[in-house]
């Protein structure tokens, strides 16, 4: 009986530690209309982050391409573009690499948290020299 306790309490504070870090799915919300966009997974690789938008949800944009990418992103899809890259874990924050706005062809540097009063939303900020703009996205369950 002690074990299965045991066994129990370990798996809830693994699951409470998994539903506390930035990694899964986030529902992206326009900053200018308030509508939700797009499903984008934040995930690890070869010790950084990314995050790649899995999922479009205007159905009319479902087939959209980035006309406004650069390099080899050009006229693909966006739908499974990799909109944030490189970043690294610094304190509560993950930092150092950039995110592209494909609808205005723009790159900046990111910095993305758990909101500190909301562990459901991701505050995602993009960065130009001392101005930036800040986002806030919804964790999907």
């Known amino acids: 009986m002690k074990h299965k306790g045991l066994i129990l309490g ?16 986030w529902k992206t919300i326009d900053d200018e209309t308030g509508e939700a966009k797009s499903i984008v997974e934040i995930y690890e690789s070869n010790g950084k982050v990314f995050g790649k938008i899995v999922d479009i949800l205007n159905p009319e944009r479902k087939n959209a391409i980035c006309t406004k990418c650069e ?3 050009k006229n693909k899809p966006i739908l ?6 490189n970043l690294e ?5 993950y930092e150092g690499g950039t995110i592209f706005d494909p609808q205005k ?5 990111c910095r993305i948290g758990l909101d500190l009063d909301n562990i459901d939303l991701l505050q995602v900020r993009g ?5 930036y703009a800040t986002q806030y ?5």
């Not at 062809?105 to 540097?109: I, L, M, R, S, T």
């Open 10 to 25: 370990f798996s809830l504070i693994v699951c409470f530690a998994q539903a506390q870090d930035i990694f899964g799915k």
């Open 71 to 73: 390099g080899k992103d």
């Open 105 to 109: 062809g723009k790159k900046y540097k």
């Open 137 to 141: 996205w919804e964790r999907i369950k």
């Open 80 to 85: 499974g573009f990799v909109l944030i890259k």
């Open 89 to 93: 874990k610094d304190g509560d924050y």
């Open 127 to 131: 960065y130009v020299a001392f101005f």
